[in-house]
């Protein structure tokens, strides 16, 4: 079964960096988009940084822009979060979502980690 595996997740002083990694596996014949999500307390899950099955895209959400850094290794099945200037308002559970598309069905499936905490403070 598809399993997606989020790590790196720590405590950090602000304007400290973190680098997170998730690895996707069991599944094949399919091209993949990852993106990280966050969640802090009593908010909605939002959107971070989402990049695109070759690595040449990538999207962020405003208040990332400039400092966080999304990148994957396809050999890996691996994407990457690097985070720099952290602030307490990124402070987060941190959720890598996985959306497959097969290439001999085109059929489309979403698998979200079990995410990884975030903590900036000082």
């Known amino acids: 079964e598809v399993q997606v595996v989020e790590s790196g997740g720590s405590w950090v002083q602000p304007g400290g960096s973190l680098r997170l990694s998730c690895t996707a596996s069991?599944?094949?014949?399919?091209?993949?988009?990852m993106s990280w999500y966050r969640q802090a307390p009593l908010s909605q899950r939002t959107l971070v940084a989402s990049?695109?099955?070759?690595?040449?895209?990538?999207e962020y959400a405003n208040s990332v822009k400039g400092r966080f850094t999304i990148s994957r290794d396809n050999a890996k099945n691996t994407v990457y979060l690097q985070m720099n200037s952290l602030k307490p308002e990124d402070t987060a559970v941190y959720y890598c979502?996985?959306?497959?598309?097969?290439?001999?069905?085109?059929?489309?499936?979403?698998?979200w980690g079990q995410g990884t905490q975030v903590t900036v403070s000082s």
């Open positions: 979502k996985l959306r497959l598309r097969n290439l001999i069905d085109h059929r489309e499936t979403v698998y």
């Open positions: 069991g599944f094949s014949f399919s091209t993949y988009v």
């Open positions: 990049i695109n099955s070759a690595g040449t895209g990538a």
